[in-house]
């Protein structure tokens, strides 16, 4: 055996130095992540010493106000611990608007590990506050809450260089609820796009989220049910110059479309670039799409021509879920609104 590798039942192996770092805020979505970053120096007879991939795989964390309480790991949050639950993985929600800048690294020679913390609505009673255990090979276990424990799990002396703190408290908050106002459209394309012929457009309206505090949060992902709608300005049978309507969720490059909505003769419009922080409501005039007679009109309601509103879900870039639904003005040919 070298300095290296200390066995089972090797003492000289310890924890000399511990710190923690956890994000304050975090919404009560189940999506946005709190970032907790650990870092544990090791030693071996008053060397230092990495920690080996076991003793990584053995750090969990853990409640400091009942460190036999594991946070439980689990990456789509289906298990929980007042609410709360631990991950390993990033899933790409920004931070809370409310943190500050995360510290940069200022120790050196140890071991950095990453982990992450969701909540749900139940963590809003009580914040938690973060600890850590880590086990050696030699079976010495560590926690951060300043006590060590032997191989046969008894407890020693409390140690202050060892203690975290109870003072890093991750907060739970209450995402914010967006009114009808708060949603917008704009810019939008190019009318006449496809044609020179008067009436017949293809629009790209991008949807925004606007509220109070300014700017508002970009949008991860956007879904239209039903996937769009058909509207006339009146019920005339003569009046054939309907406008119709389709949506991308951003970064998509495909418009979804609603089978039940006639398009008439002219080929539906393609997405010239990609919108990656934004919706896409795509808005189409056309004179060629009479009104459906009632001959024409099934009786299933699942088959009947969408005639809006629709409903719009969006998760912002927090994973923050919004909801609005999207009209048409009525006595107007192609104007949208927000109901």
Sequence with gaps: MNAQTPNAADDSWRIARVSLHVDSLVYTNGRQQAYVRLYIEAEYNFEPVKLTQSEKDSVRLIDYAKPEVEIPI?????????????????????????????????????????????????????????????????KWTYRTDGYVLDPDGQEGPYNSRLDTGADKLVRAVTPPVYTPAEFRLGPSGTRGTGSSRAGIFNEVHLL??????????????????????????????????PCFTGYASPGESEIHWDDRVPVGG?????????????????????????????????????????????????????????????????????QLRFL
């Design 74 to 138: 689990s990456e789509d949050g289906g298990e929980r611990h007042r609410g709360w639950s631990a991950q390993r993985d990033f899933r790409g929600y920004e931070p809370h608007p409310g943190l500050g800048r995360r510290p940069d690294t200022t120790f050196a020679g140890g071991d950095y590990l990453e982990f992450y913390v969701d909540a749900a609505a139940d963590a809003l009673r009580a914040p938690l506050a973060p600890a850590f255990r880590v086990t050696g090979d030699n």
């Design 208 to 241: 925004f989220l606007q509220p109070t505090a300014s700017p508002g949060p970009t949008i991860r992902s956007m879904r239209c049910s039903p996937a769009g709608m058909i509207h006339w300005k009146n019920e005339l049978p003569f009046t054939e110059n």
């Design 266 to 334: 002219q080929p539906l419009p393609l997405l010239d670039k990609v919108y990656p922080e934004q919706g896409v409501i795509m808005l189409c005039g056309r004179i060629d799409i009479p009104q459906p007679s009632d001959d024409d009109v099934p009786q299933a309601d699942d088959e009947l021509v969408p005639r809006g509103p629709v409903d719009i879900e969006v998760t912002d870039m927090y994973g923050n879920k919004h909801t609005c639904r999207l009209g048409f003005v009525t006595g107007t040919r192609d």
